[in-house]
């Protein structure tokens, strides 16, 4: 009886720890992917001044994009929020649906994360609708316990079609 009491000690002891370690990640986890899909959603709502609270403005942030028709890259918090506000207006509403992202893969690194998910979302014009996807990849930072994003890449993988 002592000695299976003494080995039910030792697991616990030895596990315990790994299971902290797997609800704080589990944690940060939801946390990164509330900011990446509270980014896309404002994005896709016109929402320009909720969709900066989502990036640290920080001189080395960089957002790149790509797809069969454009490619476009900016660096610094000052040259992304002017291109993007002349993209993200409040007509932008209604014509862009967010159908969900999916395949997550996230990676920690001390204060920072890697992200690799992929996107799914309907554009409308002119009566139209189009399926797009997209493989997306973002690196985020925890500044102060709260998560902003510092690289975004989009690769509109359907274009290529």
């Not at 315990?16 to 896309?40: F, H, M, R, W, Y």
Request: proline share 2%; net charge positive.
């Amino acid at each position: 009886m002592k000695k299976s009491l003494l080995v039910l000690i030792v697991i616990v002891f030895f596990t315990c720890p790994s299971l902290k370690g797997q609800t704080a990640n589990a944690k940060e986890e939801s946390a990164i992917k509330a900011v990446i899909e509270g980014e896309i959603k404002a994005s896709f709502a016109g929402d320009y001044n909720t969709w900066t609270s989502f990036f640290v403005q920080e001189p080395y942030l960089v957002w790149m994009q790509a797809s069969k028709e454009m490619n476009v890259c900016w660096k610094g918090w000052q040259e992304v929020s002017t291109n993007v506000k002349n993209v993200i207006k409040p007509e932008r509403k209604g014509s862009i649906i967010h159908n969900g992202n999916s395949d997550y893969t996230i990676r920690f690194y001390n204060n920072g994360a890697f992200v690799t998910f992929k996107c799914k979302f309907t554009t409308i014009s002119n009566g139209q609708s189009n399926q797009i996807e997209s493989t997306e990849a973002r690196l985020l930072e925890n500044q102060s316990g709260k998560w902003g994003i510092a690289y975004l890449s989009t690769i509109y993988t359907s274009t290529y079609k």
